[in-house]
């Protein structure tokens, strides 16, 4: 697990435009923990933008804020009501957890806002007891996407984990003779919340070897290449859910049949 946060001083924040619907937002900030109670985890993390002073609920983010440390906040604003947690709502978000910003923990009452009853997200594990699905060919080679946190090559619980589990199982029916894994990091600075936020290089390699200890696991025996790719372009795979950030901070894995 890594984390890196350059700082700099600078004139104007990234995420200081209106939060119009659809638009995307960048900001960093402490993370606030809204103690609602409709049944099981229904809480709500709830994250303000410093450049507009406007809290956003961050709740369906697949990365789960720490309310001991700061996040970068990357989210699209929606037309969802207000009411589960008394927050402009961002679908899709990510929360990357930034170890080098401590923050003191803020937990706020319910004040009459229910938050979300507990459900299972769509991107969700099966059990290793239940069967896996088959798939017909004829095959050819084919690529999965695995995303990670800003800063960090560990992987994600439930997000992750479903996104390996998809290219497992068809690999299961497709028998692929070797696997080349290429880690990508958003490497090229950029000011989020008047700092410069820039992955270091060497994190695409540490992330490729992460899922190839994975898949190496899952696949015993099979032949596995890692690699590392120094460019900071993105990916159209709709897993990233639109995020650009999202779209860098990623592994490809490759199986070649």
């Known amino acids: 697990?890594?984390?890196?946060?350059?700082?700099?001083?600078?004139?104007?924040?990234?995420?200081?435009?209106?939060?119009?619907?659809?638009?995307?937002?960048?900001?960093?900030?402490?993370?606030?923990?809204?103690?609602?109670?409709?049944?099981?985890?229904?809480?709500?993390?709830?994250?303000?933008?410093?450049?507009?002073?406007?809290?956003?609920?961050?709740?369906?983010?697949?990365h789960k804020?720490?309310?001991?440390?700061?996040?970068?906040?990357?989210?699209?604003?929606t037309a969802q009501p207000e009411t589960p947690c008394g927050a402009p709502v961002l679908d899709a978000v990510r929360t990357s957890r930034l170890y080098d910003i401590p923050c003191t923990r803020h937990i706020l009452p319910a004040e009459g806002y229910p938050g979300r009853r507990f459900?299972?997200?769509?991107?969700?594990?099966?059990?290793?007891?239940?069967?896996a699905p088959s798939f017909a060919g004829p095959f050819v080679d084919r690529s999965f996407t695995v995303y990670f946190e800003f800063g960090n090559d560990f992987l994600v619980y439930q997000y992750s984990d479903w996104l390996i589990q998809q290219a497992y199982y068809w690999m299961l029916s497709a028998k692929p003779k070797k696997l080349i894994i290429t880690g990508f990091a958003a490497s090229a600075p950029e000011t989020v919340s008047g700092r410069v936020m820039a992955e270091p290089a060497d994190l695409a390699l540490q992330r490729a070897q992460?899922?190839?200890?994975?898949?190496?696991?899952?696949?015993?025996?099979?032949?596995?290449?890692?690699?590392?790719?120094?460019?900071?372009?993105?990916?159209?795979?709709?897993?990233?859910?639109?995020?650009?950030?999202q779209a860098q901070r990623r592994v490809e894995i490759r199986a070649v049949l």
């Open 210 to 245: 992460t899922v190839a200890t994975t898949m190496a696991r899952l696949l015993p025996g099979i032949a596995i290449e890692t690699r590392a790719d120094p460019s900071t372009t993105g990916t159209s795979d709709a897993e990233a859910d639109g995020i650009p950030g």
């Open 119 to 131: 459900v299972l997200p769509r991107r969700n594990p099966q059990p290793t007891s239940v069967p």
């Open 65 to 77: 804020p720490d309310w001991n440390y700061a996040v970068l906040v990357e989210g699209r604003t």
């Open 1 to 62: 697990m890594r984390s890196v946060l350059t700082l700099a001083a600078l004139a104007a924040p990234l995420s200081a435009a209106a939060a119009d619907t659809g638009s995307l937002l960048r900001f960093i900030t402490c993370p606030v923990y809204r103690d609602a109670d409709s049944g099981k985890k229904s809480g709500c993390w709830l994250a303000e933008d410093p450049a507009t002073g406007i809290r956003y609920d961050v709740s369906l983010s697949p």
